[in-house]
């Protein structure tokens, strides 16, 4: 027998670390997969290319992920404090934690492009939810489908 990965539910850590759609978690939210490429490392299709999810999901839909960038660079520092405690450790005989807000520092601006693009795809997680469905279209009964709506506006 062979096993049908198309079927298989794909991890939502694994899809946020990747960068992927929060609907369907396969497509890519962004044009390129080089977060470095400073002049593209944000630049997002119009919808996933694999379940039509609309990427921006409002107007200013994106603005909530200082909060997502914050905290996660709050956790990177409180990890890098750790393990520079654990082995290297600190003293108020010499300059150690000096070293280690420069090296903290200088990782924070290094990832800096990563993080964007994790909070970004974090807060589009908080919002839109996995539909093991997506591919049959949208639910009967959700409002995105009532043709009674439809030319309303």
Same mark, same amino acid.
């Given at each position: 027998?062979?096993? &049908?990965?198309?079927?298989?539910?794909?991890?939502?850590?694994?899809?946020? /670390?990747?960068?992927?759609?929060?609907?369907? !978690?396969?497509?890519?939210?962004? *044009?390129?997969?080089?977060?470095? &490429?400073?002049?593209?490392?944000?630049?997002?299709?119009?919808?996933?290319?694999?379940?039509?999810?609309?990427?921006?999901?409002?107007?200013?839909?994106?603005?909530?992920?200082?909060?997502?960038?914050?905290?996660?660079?709050?956790?990177?520092?409180?990890?890098?404090?750790?393990? @520079?405690? /654990?082995?290297?450790?600190?003293?108020?005989? &010499?300059?150690?934690?000096?070293?280690?807000?420069?090296?903290?520092?200088?990782? /924070?601006?290094?990832?800096?492009?990563? /993080?964007? !693009? @994790?909070? !970004? *795809?974090?807060?589009?997680?908080?919002?839109?939810?996995? &539909?093991?469905?997506?591919?049959?279209?949208?639910?009967?009964? *959700?409002? !995105?489908?009532?043709?009674?709506?439809?030319?309303?506006?």
């Amino acid at each position: 027998m062979c096993a &049908d990965k198309s079927n298989v539910k794909p991890s939502l850590l694994k899809s946020l /670390l990747g960068n992927k759609c929060a609907r369907c !978690r396969r497509g890519s939210i962004y *044009t390129t997969k080089n977060p470095y &490429d400073l002049k593209n490392c944000l630049k997002m299709p119009e919808k996933c290319p694999v379940c039509g999810q609309q990427v921006e999901v409002e107007v200013g839909f994106y603005y909530g992920t200082g909060y997502v960038s914050y905290a996660l660079s709050i956790a990177v520092c409180v990890a890098t404090l750790i393990a @520079w405690w /654990l082995f290297i450790g600190f003293s108020i005989y &010499d300059n150690r934690i000096f070293w280690w807000l420069g090296v903290n520092a200088l990782l /924070l601006v290094i990832m800096q492009p990563l /993080l964007m !693009r @994790w909070s !970004r *795809t974090i807060w589009m997680a908080f919002f839109v939810y996995y &539909d093991e469905n997506w591919h049959q279209g949208p639910p009967e009964g *959700t409002g !995105r489908s009532n043709p009674t709506f439809k030319n309303a506006i």
